[in-house]
Nanobody, 134 residues
Framework: EVQLVESGGGLVQAGGSLRLSCQASGFTFDGFSFDDYAIGWWRQAPGKGREGVSCINIADGDTYYAHSVKDRFTISSDNAKNTVYLQMNRLSPDDTAVYYC??????????????????????WGKGTLVTVSS
């Protein structure tokens, strides 16, 4: 089974930066390789629904962003390490949320911005908390 493990969350002041990492493993049992996936990040703030933040289509490197994070967040991948990163700059308290890594073999399943279930992902991580203080 594919596993996604997030790291890099924490507490940061407004205007600061954090980098999240998503380490993927278990592809041998899935039948797909890392390159077959579109991997990215969702977030869920306290009392709110889940929001697609950003994703990268590993095969061609195309990246996609929600309007709320465009020009502040950058997604990238290290294919040799099966890892996806989210560099988050100019953070604001509105970015406070649990950030989840997720993957799907169909990039068209990604919704960037607020949405409702079903979210269309094949695999999810357990999440990492990002708290931005004012």
């Amino acid at each position: 089974e594919v596993q996604l493990v997030e790291s890099g969350g924490g507490l940061v002041q407004a205007g600061g930066s954090l980098r999240l990492s998503c380490q993927a493993s278990g592809f041998t049992f899935d039948g797909f390789s890392f390159d077959d996936y579109a991997i990215g990040w969702w977030r869920q703030a306290p009392g709110k629904g889940r929001e697609g933040v950003s994703c990268i289509n590993i095969a061609d490197g195309d990246t996609y962003y929600a309007h709320s994070v465009k020009d502040r967040f950058t997604i990238s991948s290290d294919n040799a390490k099966n890892t996806v990163y989210l560099q988050m700059n100019r953070l604001s308290p509105d970015d406070t949320a649990v950030y989840y890594c997720a993957a799907t073999t169909d990039v068209r399943q990604w919704t960037l911005g607020p949405t409702e279930e079903p979210y269309g992902m094949d695999h999810w991580g357990k999440g990492t908390l990002v708290t931005v203080s004012s």
